[in-house]
Nanobody, 124 residues
Framework: QVQLVESGGGLVQAGGSLRLSCAAS????????MGWFRQAPGKEREFVAA????????YYADSVKGRFTISRDNAKNTVYLQMNSLKPEDTAVYYC?????????????????WGQGTQVTVSS
């Protein structure tokens, strides 16, 4: 069992930056692939980024490629999402997710554990 707690969301102007953190409980964090998803009002939850257990492999949605960076620190049981050049269309609740295999997935159905989400609002 893994429990996930996101933090770092907030209100930022377009062009600004935020860094989201996701703290995980459990001694086996390093054996989980991790992902970030987001959900805007009235829309489906969509994939943002994912990272393998070691951090060697990362995956991004086309809409955030070149602007967002996912990383992890297994010693701290934490995964991060650095978001730069934010746009109003990035406004959503951002969720951290864990997949109990070392290889990440890019759909919400791949993940077994979810955090409660953190709101990111980008003003124009």
């Amino acid at each position: 069992q893994v429990q996930l707690v996101e933090s770092g969301g907030g209100l930022v102007q377009a062009g600004g930056s935020l860094r989201l953190s996701c703290a995980a409980s459990g001694r086996t964090f390093s054996s989980y692939a991790m992902g970030w998803f987001r959900q805007a009002p009235g829309k489906e939850r969509e994939f943002v980024a994912a990272i393998s257990w070691s951090g060697a492999s990362t995956y991004y949605a086309d809409s955030v490629k070149g602007r967002f960076t996912i990383s992890r620190d297994n010693a701290k049981n934490t995964v991060y999402l650095q978001m730069n050049s934010l746009k109003p269309e990035d406004t959503a609740v951002y969720y951290c997710a864990a997949k109990n295999t070392v290889v990440p997935g890019t759909t919400k159905y791949d993940y077994h554990y979810w955090g409660q989400g953190t709101q990111v609002t980008v003003s124009s």
